[in-house]
């Protein structure tokens, strides 16, 4: 079984930065790819930002070249440092584990992200 636990989120000013970290533990060498998602009040759960355990990355349009997704295979953690933050990106942050055939391993409990006008 793996577990995982968030870190990071809080109250920041339009153009602001932020930090969200997530670190596995129990079964980690199940894990092949790490992944945030976000979810707005009254809206779906949306991916943001995905990468593999050979380093390959994707962002969703909205985040791109504002959002860096890095991870750590060994440690089984992922981070999302997120730049020049707009409203619109208020939202609750989960991080998510899929195993090698995509599979959905866990959720953290989510970190909440809140960006003022």
């Known amino acids: 079984q793996v577990r995982l636990v968030e870190s990071g989120g809080g109250l920041v000013q339009a153009g602001g930065s932020l930090r969200l970290s997530c670190v596995g533990s129990?079964?980690?060498?199940?894990?092949?790819?790490m992944a945030w998602y976000r979810q707005a009040p009254g809206k779906q759960r949306d991916l943001v930002a995905i990468i593999t355990s050979g380093g390959i990355t994707n962002y969703a349009d909205s985040v791109k070249g504002r959002f860096t997704i890095t991870s750590d295979n060994a440690e089984a953690t992922v981070d999302l440092q997120m730049n020049n933050l707009k409203p619109a990106d208020t939202a609750v942050y989960f991080c998510?584990?899929?195993?090698?055939?995509?599979?959905?391993?866990?959720w953290g409990q989510g970190t909440q992200v809140t960006v003022s006008s």
């Open positions: 998510n584990a899929k195993s090698h055939y995509g599979v959905s391993l866990a």
């Open positions: 129990g079964s980690i060498s199940q894990i092949d790819t």
